[in-house]
């Protein structure tokens, strides 16, 4: 069985920009327009020489009404199954209320997660990820998914344990 990866956090974090990089794809659907990937949607990934399945999911908004409902249900569903929880958040956006939602719940999982302030390409990485330290879920890993940066050095330490 190969490890399990799931991507979440809200829309237009990075989600399937990611996905596509680690799974050296362009299946997921990547838009400027929030929350277009509505289903779960799996890929075999293949990085620093390991190799895992990851999730890539739709987004969780917060105040889900019709298909945000379906779409953060098939968040929670890959949190479950997954063995590692990639946690996006936006580097450049900063905090805002529903990251802090995604991680009340993802602090109650026993799944071991990862936060990840995306973005991080073109402004002050450290100053800016410092604020997603208050989400108390441990280290903030700085990465840029459209452009590799940080990339490598996340699935190693991410992945060694499994
Ligand atoms: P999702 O909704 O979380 O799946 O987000 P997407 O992967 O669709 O990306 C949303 C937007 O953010 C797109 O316009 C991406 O090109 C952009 N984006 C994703 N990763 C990066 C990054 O590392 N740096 C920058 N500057 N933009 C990014
Ligand atoms: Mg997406």
Redesign the pocket.
Known sequence: MLPVVALV?R???????LFNRLTHSRDAL???F????RDRQYGQASYEQRQFIVVDTG?ITGDEEGIDTLMAQQSLQAIEEADVVFF?VDARAGLLPADQLIADHLRKTDKQVFLLA??V?GIDGDSESAEFFSLGLGNVHQI????GRGVAQLIQSALLPL
């Open positions: 956090g829309p237009n974090v990075g989600k399937s920009t990547v838009a400027d929030p929350g277009l990937t987004g996006l995306n973005k390409d840029a998914a459209a452009h």
